[in-house]
């Protein structure tokens, strides 16, 4: 009993003292506010001390808070970037890209904006299995229609843990379901011009030529192309080389079947001593883009559109690079415009050059390589580029200026002609 007094004595003691204690304490510190007010600063100091203190104290705090918000927000940003695209059929592209990220995301959303619209929408959702195997994982687009169209994909993601990791929006891509046959004409040296000082083969420049398209075609416009070779030799239909490039050249064109638009890629050449001059020493006046269309492209708007584009884009980067006088290439906008071709025509020094055609006697395409792309049923165009005849022209594309400038020219013209605005980065 008396032992539990003394305890509760004890406690009672203690509990005063600390009272006191914190009575002192606040007056103390009310102590000290007083001294501070009745200090000998006036009044307008104090006020520009007590916001200076506040301001510091401002600035702290915001810093603290800054830092505190940082480490929330610090979260890894997960991303979906270069997804690719492979044109199935005319109503189906398949938009696809790599399962690396597969640990960190729980479901991937894909999503679709028609080029020339602002919005995007939501085409739907794949689930991640969270594992990388290296594979590419892929969502099928069906189309609504088969209308020529392209449009822009991008992949989104849902992360697994939103406290470790940001779902970021994916890099897009743009892809169209258009495809477009191209013929590298001839085939390895064929054509060979030998000057003494540069060697030019027009069946060798071609397969550069059309590479490079194919690559900026591909990458830059989402369209996707299909060669009739992809090296110095061809091979189709169980004939090869010099057959394709004679009796059965037809069958280039008729590879085209299946595709949206046909060109054969070439370098021009005139008849022995045109001018006046050397056949491989022709001047640069003679230079300019010749199309020739076959039936069913001087029916079909979109590839006299396509035709129109192309030819002023060469004329203009050939005048640039100064192989050609400026301004040498005439619109034909309908069948009505084309001209007829002939030697005379090709080789003047006076003519511009446009879109034309040539018929054989029995009233089909003349050359075997749009007569098989009208069979296939495909519009189809022979790109004479320049002259190869004109030594200048040899040299840029010994030089390997040329093929470039020239495919951005032709890719210009057919996105163009297909009135494709968008590009990819
Ligand atoms: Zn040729």
Known sequence: MRRNRLIMAAVILFALLAGLYSGYRLMNRSVGGQQEAAGTDSQGARADKNRKKKAEKDEKESIEEGREEETQVIRTPVRVEHPGFTRISRQEIQISWSDEKNPYVARYRIMKRKSGESTWQSLGTLDSDGAVSGRELSFSDILEDSTLQQSEY?????????????????????????????????????????????????????????????????????????????????????????????????????????????????????????????????????????????????????????????????????????????????????????????????????TSGTICYRTGDDGQDYYGVLRGASVAGVPGLIIEHGFHTVPEMRRLAAEGVLKTQWAMADAAGIAEGFSLERVNE
Not at 190 to 212: H, K, P
Not at 295 to 300: C, F, K, P
Not at 317 to 331: D, E, V
């Open 154 to 350: 991008r992949v989104d993601v849902k992360v697994k843990d939103e406290d470790l990791y940001e779902g970021v929006e994916g890099t897009t891509v743009f892809a169209s379901n258009i495809l477009v046959c191209i013929d590298p004409g001839h085939y390895k040296g064929q054509n060979l011009v030998d000057d003494g000082e540069t060697v030019y083969a027009e069946g060798d420049f071609t397969l550069e030529l059309s590479r490079e398209l194919q690559k900026i075609l591909e990458g830059t416009y989402g369209i996707t192309v299909s060669l009739t070779r992809e090296s110095g030799r061809i091979s189709l239909g169980g004939y090869t080389d010099g057959e394709l490039d004679g009796g059965y050249i037809s069958l280039r064109g008729e590879y085209a079947k299946g595709s949206d638009l046909f060109l054969s890629m070439h370098t021009n050449a005139n008849q022995e001593g045109a001018n006046g001059y050397e056949t491989i020493s022709q001047p640069v006046e003679i230079m300019k883009p010749v199309i020739l269309a076959n039936d069913l492209a001087r029916e079909s708007q979109t590839a006299l559109d396509i035709g129109n584009a192309v030819g002023l884009h060469l004329a203009e980067t050939s005048s640039r690079l100064g192989i050609a006088s400026p301004g040498k290439f005439t619109r034909a906008d309908s069948r009505e415009d084309l001209a007829v071709w002939t030697d005379e025509w090709n080789d003047s020094l006076k």
